[in-house]
């Protein structure tokens, strides 16, 4: 296991569309979080999964958003009804009980046209 | 609630030279603080951490920081700049939240690096 992969690393799509991301954590990690990065700035903090309990969201994280992790390993990351502004790229990272750092993927990076 | 900031958006430096990347914090409590840097195409990456241990933090690549809680900075240094340190570099504080870490990011640094 060589890190966080997340899939897939960029996404076009058109407004209105749904569209997915699954990220896939360092297998042994039990805590997985979904960021947001828009261009210019730093990554916000979106979601938060202790295994398969999703026990923060942030404000940012609009009803057409939607994350799971239904067996406590990978995840998933759903907008729907997308829109220009959710343009952005979409960073997870897990980290596991004991060690603070977060590991962070690729990220998925995706534009609403 | 806990903040980052980053006092230059923009760094540019000549390869050989000084890297000084600045970072004021903005905590109620003793904080955790991190430094990351994100090459193009490529996921972040921990550069280092504070976690209330020794002031002065080493981390990979040759990039220290100095915790100073009198001045609340985390200011980046690295001797000697090397082209491949060209990239965006992230100060973050951590916020304990529920029994996890949330991290509050700031808002970046690019440093170039000039031959």
């Known amino acids: 296991d060589t890190g966080v992969s997340q899939d897939p690393r960029h996404k076009i799509t058109k407004r209105g569309q749904n569209v997915t991301f699954r990220c896939d954590p360092i297998s042994e990690h039990n805590r997985l979080y979904w960021y947001r990065q828009t261009l210019g700035q730093g990554p916000e903090f979106l979601t938060y999964?202790?295994?398969?309990?999703?026990?923060?969201k942030s404000r940012l994280l609009s009803d057409r958003f939607s994350a799971e992790r239904p067996k406590g390993s990978f995840s998933t990351l759903e907008i729907q009804r997308t829109e220009q502004g959710d343009s952005a790229m979409y960073l997870c990272?897990?980290?596991?009980?004991?060690?603070?750092?977060?590991?962070f993927g690729p990220g998925t990076r995706l534009t609403v046209t | 609630a806990q903040s980052v900031t980053q006092l230059d958006s923009h760094v540019s430096v000549s390869e050989g030279t000084p890297v000084l990347l600045r970072c004021n914090y903005s905590?109620?409590?003793?904080?955790?603080l991190f430094w990351y840097v994100q090459h193009p195409n490529k996921g972040l990456q921990l550069l280092l951490k504070?976690?209330?241990?020794?002031?002065l933090v080493k981390g990979i690549n040759g990039f220290e920081a100095e915790f100073k809680k009198s001045e609340t900075s985390f200011h980046l240094t690295k001797p000697s700049a090397h082209m491949s340190d060209a990239a965006e570099y992230f100060c973050?504080?951590?916020?304990?939240?529920?029994?996890?870490?949330?991290?509050?990011f700031g808002a970046g640094t690019r440093l170039a690096v000039h031959p």
């Open positions: 999964f202790q295994n398969e309990a999703q026990l923060e």
């Open positions: 990272a897990s980290s596991s009980q004991t060690v603070r750092e977060q590991y």
């Open positions: 504070y976690t209330s241990a020794a002031t």
């Open positions: 905590s109620s409590y003793s904080p955790s």
């Open positions: 973050v504080v951590s916020e304990k939240s529920g029994g996890y870490n949330k991290l509050i």
